[in-house]
C-alpha cells in the first residue's frame, strides 16, 4: 500500500482531532470533530478553539506551544482534552488536539435525581400493596383480588429493578449485521394497535438501496421505541395525528445513514428541549421514567452515532438518528440469528 495522504489519514481517524495554529486556531480537524461538536465545517474552519470548547482550553494550548509537552487526559467541562505540540521539522507551529466526551457517571453526578427516580418508581407498587395489606388485615379472610395486586406490584418492582440494572450497561454491544428497515417495522408493528385506535397515520419512507449494517440489533430496537413512544404520547391531545419514519444516506455526515422520526405531537419548549437528556426528567406521564431519551443516546454514541432533535410547539417533532454505515466488528457476527 502506498503512504496514505495526510488528509485522508485525518478524515479516518476514529476519534476527533483538531490541529490549531500557534494562537489556538482551528486550522485543520476532521469530520468526527464536526460531528462531536456538532457545527459545519464551515463554522469551525479558522474558529478560536476557545470560543467553541471552555475557553479554559486556551491556557493550555499556550503552554503546550511555550514548553512543547504533551498534556493527557485533561478535564474541563464535559469534556477529556489530549494536546501535543504540532512540530513542522524542530519547530512548534502549534497543537494537535483529540477531544473526548467525558463519560458521564449518571448515578454518582445526579444522584439526587436518581435517588427520587427510583423511589418514585418504587413508592407507587409499594403503597399499592400496603394498602392492599391493611385491607386483607381487616377482612381477616383470604381475598383473591387484594393477593392478585400484591404479586403483580411486586413483579412490576421486580422488572423496575431488571430494567435498571439492564439499561445501565451500554457499553457491552452485541453487533451482528442487520436490515435496519426490518428493525424499524419490528418496532412499528407493536404500536400497530394503539396507533388504529388512535387514528395516527404511519408513513414510511424508507431507501430500499440501504444495505445491511452491523448493529446491536436488540439495543436499537430499544432506542427507536423509545423515540416512537415518544412520538406517540406526545400526539395524544392532537387532531391530526401523523408519524413519518424515513431513512435515506446522511449527506452530511459523511459514511452514515439516518433514521428521521417526525412526529405531528405538542412539541417542546425550550426546557423541555434542553432536559431531554437529562436522566430522570420526564414531564409528570403516569409512566415515564424520564431515562429513554438518555438512554437512547448512549446506545446511539456506544454505535459511533449521533442524535439530532428539533421541536416546535405548533409543528411537532423531529427526531434523526445518524449512524455509521461501515463500523466493521471482528467481535461480531454476520448476520442476526
Ligand atoms: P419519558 O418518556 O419516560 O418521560 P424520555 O426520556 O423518553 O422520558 O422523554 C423525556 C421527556 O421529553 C418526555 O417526558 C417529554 O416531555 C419530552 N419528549 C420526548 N420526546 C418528545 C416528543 N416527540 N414530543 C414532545 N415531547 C417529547
Ligand atoms: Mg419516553
Not at 417526525?262 to 421514567?289: H, I, V, W, Y
Amino acid at each position: 500500500m502506498r503512504n496514505p495522504g495526510f488528509s485522508d489519514l485525518i478524515f479516518s481517524l476514529p476519534f476527533p482531532l483538531a490541529v490549531c495554529d500557534k494562537e489556538g486556531r482551528v486550522f485543520f480537524f476532521n469530520q468526527k470533530l464536526e460531528m462531536f461538536l456538532n457545527r459545519s465545517r464551515k463554522y469551525l474552519k479558522g474558529k478560536k478553539l476557545s470560543e467553541i470548547v471552555p475557553e479554559e482550553i486556551e491556557r493550555w494550548l499556550e503552554k503546550c506551544v511555550e514548553n512543547g509537552l504533551e498534556i493527557h487526559n485533561l478535564e474541563i467541562g464535559d469534556f477529556i482534552f489530549s494536546i501535543s505540540p504540532f512540530f513542522r521539522g524542530e519547530e512548534i507551529k502549534g497543537t494537535v488536539v483529540v477531544i473526548d466526551r467525558k463519560r458521564q457517571d449518571i448515578v454518582n453526578e445526579h444522584f439526587d435525581v436518581f435517588l427520587r427516580g427510583i423511589s418514585h418508581e418504587l413508592r407507587n407498587p409499594l403503597s399499592g400493596m400496603k394498602a392492599s395489606a391493611r385491607l386483607l388485615f381487616q377482612l381477616r379472610e383470604f381475598d383473591e383480588e387484594l393477593v392478585e395486586v400484591v404479586v403483580s406490584e411486586i413483579n412490576r418492582i421486580e422488572r423496575f429493578l431488571d430494567r435498571i440494572c439492564d439499561s445501565f450497561d451500554f457499553t457491552r454491544l452485541k453487533w451482528c449485521k442487520y436490515n435496519i428497515h426490518k428493525l424499524l417495522n419490528e418496532v412499528l408493528k407493536i404500536f400497530r394497535s394503539v396507533s388504529e385506535e388512535k387514528r395516527i397515520v404511519i408513513e414510511r419512507k424508507f431507501d430500499p438501496s440501504l444495505p445491511e449494517v452491523y448493529m446491536d440489533k436488540d439495543r436499537l430496537f430499544q432506542v427507536f421505541l423509545n423515540i416512537i413512544k415518544n412520538s406517540i404520547e406526545a400526539m395524544e391531545d392532537g387532531r391530526y395525528r401523523k408519524l413519518t419514519v424515513e431513512t435515506g444516506y446522511a449527506i452530511q455526515p459523511k459514511g452514515f445513514y439516518y433514521v428521521k422520526i417526525s412526529d405531528s405531537g405538542k412539541g417542546m419548549g425550550k426546557e423541555e428541549l434542553d432536559n431531554l437528556f437529562t436522566p430522570f426528567f420526564t414531564n409528570g406521564k403516569r409512566e415515564g421514567t424520564g431515562l429513554g431519551m438518555y438512554i437512547s443516546r448512549e446506545i446511539i454514541l456506544n454505535h459511533g452515532g449521533k442524535i439530532d432533535v428539533q421541536s416546535d410547539r405548533r409543528k411537532g417533532t423531529t427526531v434523526t438518528v445518524y449512524l455509521p454505515m461501515g463500523v466493521e466488528k471482528s467481535n461480531g457476527k454476520n448476520s442476526c440469528s
